[in-house]
């Protein structure tokens, strides 16, 4: 039900709104502030609908992780479209997550090996010890526009 109610706040307010929508909870929680960034986006009718829920749900999960494991307080948020692919980046000051522990709560979603190569995407995920941590996403979006398209 839950992917079925996503599916239509996305069709209804598009895939940024959302986004945005998704950091001003977490801010009004108070559990962390997320300052945000997001370039570019402004013909969203050329992604098609299950990409833009798969790249909302693995945001979502994104922020849930670090919240909830790495007990983040802060973090930066910058979404920035490029003409050959979308580019995330997401900083924050969480505790440093043991690696079998955040591999293991990330293939337990599906969130980032499933839905991100799916997308022929790549992460990297840079953990700094004891200053938080960096997770940069790539997606090139040449393929997935131009089969949207046809």
């Known amino acids: 039900m839950s992917h079925q109610l996503m599916s239509v706040i996305i069709r209804k307010y598009g895939l940024i709104n959302s986004i945005e929508h998704l950091i001003n909870g977490f801010n009004t929680s108070g559990k962390i502030h997320i300052e945000h960034l997001i370039y ?5 009718s050329k992604y098609p609908e299950d ?3 798969s790249f909302y749900h693995i945001v979502q999960k994104i922020f849930q992780n670090i919240i909830e ?3 983040a307080t802060n973090a930066i948020f910058q979404l920035i479209e490029h003409p050959d692919s979308i580019n995330l980046c997401i900083e924050n000051n969480g ?4 690696s079998d522990i955040y591999d293991r709560n990330v293939k337990k979603v599906g969130l980032l090996p499933d839905r ?9 995920i840079e953990r700094q010890h004891g200053e938080g941590m960096l997770i940069v996403i790539d997606i ?3 393929h997935m526009i131009s089969l949207h398209l046809n």
């Open 116 to 124: 991100i190569d799916y997308y022929e995407g790549k992460i990297s």
């Open 95 to 98: 505790k440093e997550i043991n």
């Open 69 to 71: 494991h790495a007990k």
């Open 140 to 142: 090139p979006t040449q």
């Open 51 to 53: 990409f833009q829920l």
């Open 40 to 44: 570019g986006f402004d013909d969203l």
